[in-house]
C-alpha cells in the first residue's frame, strides 16, 4: 500500500508496539479516514494534527472481553473509567445477561430490574428488541466500540420464560433461531452466568447446542461457569470445556482466577486449560488483575428463590416462612454466612432510597449491627427497598497467584467492570495499567510486547475481529499512547474511582478521545458486527 501525502493524525517519535508479540521498533503511525498507514520513523507527511510521542508506547486500542458498561454507556457515553485505561473495544452480554433479543417489552424492563444491582438502570429508552436494532443504539455514537455476546438468559427467557424449567425440542429450536438471528445480524457469540437465573437452568447439553448454534457462525462461548458445581473448583470448568466439546465449538473462561478459599493450587486450575488445548480443544480465558470482585447483592439468595422472575422474587422475600427457609440454608452453609463476621467482607452500593444513602460503601455487616437484623432480614429488606438495585463488593482473586493467570499465554484481560455505586471494585478503574505499570514494569513479571498481544491481538482473535488488535495498514484505528515509565492504576480498594496516570492518548476509529490525559468528549465508537469490518 503507497503511503499517503496527507493524514488526519500523525503519531510519530514513538516506539510501536504493534499488538503482535514481536519487539518493540521505531515507527509513524497515521490516521486517515479512520484508517491505519504506518511508515518509518522518517516519514512525515502533512497532518491536521502531530503528536510527538518521543519516549512513548504507540500500541493498538485494547480490548476488554467483559464489560458491565451495556446500559450505562447509553446514559454515559463517555465511558470516562475505561477510555482512560486506553479501552477502545469491550465485551458487552456478558454473564448470560445481555439485554436483546427481547420480543417482549415487559420482560425486557424485568431482566433489567432483575440485573439492576450489576448493570445499573439508567434512565434511557429501552426502545429496541431485536438485535439489528441494538447495535443500532450503539451506532449514535460513545467513546468506545461494543462487540455485543448474546445472553443465554434472554433467549431462555424467550423460547421458556423465567422458571427453573428444561427445555424441550421446541423451545430448543426456538432458542437455536433466535442465536443464528443474532449472529447473522452481527453478534459475536453466546455467553452465560451459571450463577444468574434464568439462564443458569440450563443444563449442560443445552448450553453445548447453543454453543454448537454460534460455532457454525464463527462464534463462541464465552461463560462464567456454574461455580457451585461439584467440587465447586475444578468440575464448574470442566463442565464448561465438556459444553465446547459437545457443542464443537470454542470456549471462553471468564474471569479465571484462583480464591484464596479454593482447596486447590493455582496450577490445577490452569492444568485444565492446557491439558484441553493438548487435546485440541479451543480454550481461552481472561483475569481482571484485581483482588475485589463485584457483582449484585441478589447473588447471595438461592436460586429456587429467584425463579418465576423479579416479581416472583419479590414476593417470596417478603414472606416470613421463606426467610426462615433461607436462614436455615445459610446455616448449613457455614459460620461465614450467620455471624457478621463473615458479612463484613461484603460492600455494598448503588442504594437510591434516601434513608438508605447511609448505606452507601458500608458493610453488610455494618447494617446488621446498626439495624439489629440479621443476614436474612438485612439483605432481604435492602432488596426490597431497592427493587433489587443493591451492588456488593467482595473479596475475590488471591494476590499471591493472580500473576499465574497474567502471564499465562493463552490469557487476556476481561475487567468485569462495573460502574454502580461510590466505590465499585478498582478493577473499573484500573485493571489495565495496573498489568502495565505493576506486573510489566515494577515486577517484570512479562514483557511488554507480550502484556499488549494479550490486550490487543489476542483477544480480537477470540472474538474474530479481523481489522482491529494490531497495528497494521489498512487497520481500523483504535490507538493507545502511554508513557511505560508512568503508567499505573491508581484505584484502589478505598479510592476506587481513581484515573490512571499515564495514558496519554486514545484514538478510537481515527478520532482523539483522549489526549493528553484528558476526555476530548469525542464518540467516534459504534457497534462492531461480527464478520463485518
Ligand atoms: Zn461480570
Redesign the pocket.
Known amino acids: 500500500m503507497s503511503l499517503p501525502q496527507a493524514v488526519d493524525l500523525l503519531i510519530s517519535g514513538g516506539s510501536l508496539v504493534d499488538g503482535s508479540g514481536q519487539p518493540a521498533r521505531p515507527g509513524t503511525v497515521a490516521c486517515l479516514d479512520g484508517r491505519l498507514h504506518l511508515g518509518d520513523a522518517a516519514w512525515q507527511p502533512a497532518a491536521a494534527r502531530v503528536i510527538d510521542a518521543g519516549g512513548q508506547v504507540v500500541a493498538p486500542g485494547f480490548i476488554d472481553l467483559?464489560?458491565?458498561g451495556g446500559l450505562v454507556i447509553l446514559a454515559d457515553p463517555r465511558h470516562e473509567p475505561k477510555v482512560r485505561q486506553g479501552v477502545t473495544t469491550e465485551v458487552i452480554g456478558?454473564?448470560g445477561?445481555g439485554y436483546v433479543p427481547f420480543h417482549d417489552h415487559d420482560d425486557l424492563l424485568a431482566f433489567v430490574d432483575l440485573n439492576a444491582g450489576?448493570d445499573g438502570r439508567p434512565a434511557i429508552d429501552y426502545d429496541w428488541s431485536s438485535v439489528a436494532s441494538y447495535l443500532g443504539r450503539y451506532d449514535r455514537g460513545q467513546s468506545v466500540n461494543v462487540a455485543v455476546m448474546i445472553g443465554n438468559s434472554a433467549l431462555r427467557i424467550g423460547a421458556i420464560g423465567w422458571d427453573d424449567a428444561a427445555a424441550d425440542r421446541a423451545a430448543l429450536a426456538n432458542m437455536r433461531a433466535a442465536l443464528r438471528e443474532a449472529m447473522e445480524e452481527g453478534a459475536f457469540g453466546i455467553t452465560s452466568?451459571l450463577d444468574y437465573p434464568p439462564g443458569s437452568y440450563a443444563s449442560t447439553d443445552e448450553l453445548a447446542a447453543l454453543t454448537a448454534e454460534v460455532a457454525g457462525h464463527g462464534g463462541f462461548y464465552h461463560t462464567?461457569v456454574r461455580y457451585e458445581l461439584g467440587d465447586r473448583f475444578l468440575d464448574p470448568f470442566r463442565e464448561a470445556i465438556e459444553i465446547g466439546r459437545r457443542g464443537g465449538g470454542p470456549v471462553h473462561l471468564?474471569?479465571f482466577y484462583h480464591r484464596q478459599t479454593h482447596p486447590g493450587s493455582p496450577e490445577r486450575l490452569l492444568a485444565l486449560v492446557d491439558d484441553a488445548r493438548a487435546a485440541g480443544a479451543d480454550v481461552t480465558f481472561d483475569t481482571y488483575p484485581s483482588e475485589w470482585a463485584?457483582?449484585k447483592l441478589v447473588i447471595q439468595l438461592p436460586q429456587w428463590v429467584q425463579a418465576g422472575g423479579p416479581s416472583a422474587l419479590k414476593q417470596r422475600i417478603a414472606d416470613r416462612g421463606t426467610r426462615q427457609r433461607l436462614r436455615e440454608e445459610l446455616a448449613v452453609r457455614g459460620a461465614a454466612y450467620t455471624s457478621a463476621a463473615g458479612w463484613a467482607d461484603v460492600r455494598l452500593g448503588a442504594f437510591t432510597q434516601p434513608d438508605l444513602l447511609r448505606w452507601e460503601s458500608r458493610s453488610l455487616a455494618d447494617v446488621m449491627r446498626e439495624t439489629g437484623r440479621d443476614a436474612v432480614d438485612a439483605i432481604c429488606d435492602l432488596l426490597l427497598a431497592e427493587n433489587l438495585g443493591v451492588a456488593q463488593v467482595t473479596s475475590g482473586p488471591w494476590s499471591e497467584t493472580l500473576p499465574h493467570f497474567i502471564r499465562h499465554p493463552i490469557g487476556m484481560v476481561?475487567t468485569?467492570?462495573?460502574f454502580l455505586g461510590a466505590k465499585p471494585s478498582p478493577r473499573t478503574y484500573g485493571s489495565f495499567p495496573r498489568i502495565l505499570g505493576q506486573f510489566v514494569r515494577d515486577e517484570r513479571l512479562l514483557s511488554l510486547e507480550e502484556a499488549v498481544r494479550k490486550m490487543t491481538s489476542a483477544p480480537a482473535a477470540r472474538l474474530g475481529i479481523e481489522d482491529r488488535g494490531l497495528l497494521r495498514d489498512g487497520y481500523a484505528a483504535d490507538v493507545v499512547v502511554f508513557d511505560p515509565a508512568r503508567v499505573r492504576s491508581n484505584a484502589t480498594y478505598d479510592e476506587p474511582r481513581r484515573h490512571p496516570d499515564g495514558i496519554e492518548q486514545v484514538v478510537v476509529n481515527g478520532e482523539l478521545v483522549v489526549d493528553g490525559g484528558s476526555h476530548t468528549g469525542a464518540l467516534p465508537g459504534r457497534a462492531l458486527r461480527h464478520g463485518r469490518r
Open positions: 467483559h464489560s458491565h456478558v454473564d445477561n450489576l452466568g462464567h471468564t474471569h463485584a457483582t476481561g468485569d467492570s462495573t
